[in-house]
Structures are given as C-alpha cells and as structure tokens.
C-alpha cells in the first residue's frame, strides 16, 4: 500500500507562493491517483484538486481553480501543488491521499474515504 508523505507547508504572506510536496512509498505509485484536502479548524474537510494516474487529467475546487496546480513526477514518486497568489482563507492543515481508480470529480472526491492519507502540512497566510 502507497504511504503518502507531505512537505513544503510554511507560514506566507497574502499573494505569495508555496509548492507543496507528496512523496509516496510502497506499490508502483506511477498507477495511484492522487488527491489533496485541506482541513481548517474548525471547518470540515475540503476538496483542492486531484491529479489521474498518468497526470494527463486533474480537477480543481472553484476556490482555487487559477491559482492553484497540481502535477506529479511518476519517476521522483512525487505529487506537488503549486500555490500561488495565496489568500489568508487558504489557511489549513493540506493532505495528501493516494486513491484507487479515477473518473467523476464527485467519484474522485468520495475515493478519498477509502484512501492512504498522509499525516498532513501547515499552510499560514497572514494578511
């Protein structure tokens, strides 16, 4: 099983960038998708963006469609998130989740219940 491991989290001001890591160990992760959550406190789990196995098909919450971008490195076992122009609402805790299978992005979404969660990374903006 993929053990999903995140980095890069940070404290940042409003309209700066971040990249986010998720390194994965275990079976061939070149056939997981991924997803990324965040969790402010407080508030309930929220969907960011997920990237298919091959990185040829990603989906984006509306709250961070243009601004954020996800990919993957098959090669590194490495999934980032590349966050720019960054808001003090973007504040949370972000996680990445290794899924089995693609398809809707409301399929993607309820893969993550039954997926490898990571242990989770700071992101701060201050304003």
């Known amino acids: 099983q993929v053990q999903p491991v995140e980095s890069g989290g940070g404290l940042v001001q409003a309209g700066g960038s971040l990249r986010l890591s998720c390194a994965a160990s275990g079976r061939p992760f070149a056939s997981a998708a991924m997803d990324w959550f965040r969790q402010a406190p407080g508030k309930e789990r929220e969907f960011v963006a997920a990237?298919?196995?091959?990185?040829?098909?990603?989906y984006y919450a509306d709250s961070v469609k243009g601004r954020f971008t996800i990919s993957r490195d098959n090669a590194k076992n490495t999934v980032y998130l590349q966050m720019n122009n960054l808001k003090p609402e973007d504040t949370a805790v972000y996680y990445c989740v290794v899924i089995t299978g693609w398809g809707t992005l409301q399929t993607v979404k309820s893969k993550a219940d039954f997926g490898s969660w990571g242990q989770g990374t700071q992101v701060t903006v201050s304003s």
């Open positions: 990237i298919s196995w091959s990185g040829s098909n990603t």
